[in-house]
């Protein structure tokens, strides 16, 4: 029983960390953080809304520098050292979405509840704070901006 629990404590809690052309899965994002050490669990879903600054929102394209992926690591390493975390995932979308694709996933598991919530919390905020990735808005009116994540 011991030995179980010195290989959770020294396993890596980073389960699952991507930037992809593919739909996002909250299926494999759960599963990845999903662990018997774990009491809570918290789970964040950014999706492609319909508008921004008033404007209708017919599609977007998110693109992310060469660093991004090493930038996302850093990332998630921080909230690692930073909470009691068990496990963490976060996958990030690129290439062309549409209206209420999934953007982002991001998961945390703790211990207890209150962990996960605040790592979570943290994770995807230092994610869309420090991680090089562009959206590039398409609007209903003709227009389009470009907004940085970071």
Excluded: N
Aim: with cysteine; proline share 3%; glycine share 6%.
């Amino acid at each position: 029983m011991m030995d179980t629990m010195m290989e959770a404590a020294d396993a890596d809690p980073i389960r699952l960390l991507a930037l992809r052309e593919a739909p996002l899965s909250l299926d494999e994002v759960y599963a990845a953080v999903g662990d018997t050490h774990a009491g809570g669990t918290a789970v964040f879903v950014g999706t492609v809304r319909d508008h921004d600054g008033g404007k209708t929102v017919t599609a977007l394209d998110y693109s992310a520098h060469p660093s991004a992926e090493a930038e996302l690591r850093r990332v998630a390493e921080k909230v690692a050292a930073d909470f009691p975390v068990v496990a963490l995932a976060a996958v990030h979308r690129v290439g062309e979405l549409e209206v209420s694709d999934a953007a982002v996933i991001v998961a945390v598991s703790c211990a207890h509840r209150g962990e996960a919530f605040e790592a979570c919390r943290r994770l995807i905020d230092d994610l869309k704070h420090t991680v090089p990735i562009w959206k590039h808005q398409r609007f209903a009116d003709g227009t389009e901006e470009w907004v940085a994540s970071c």
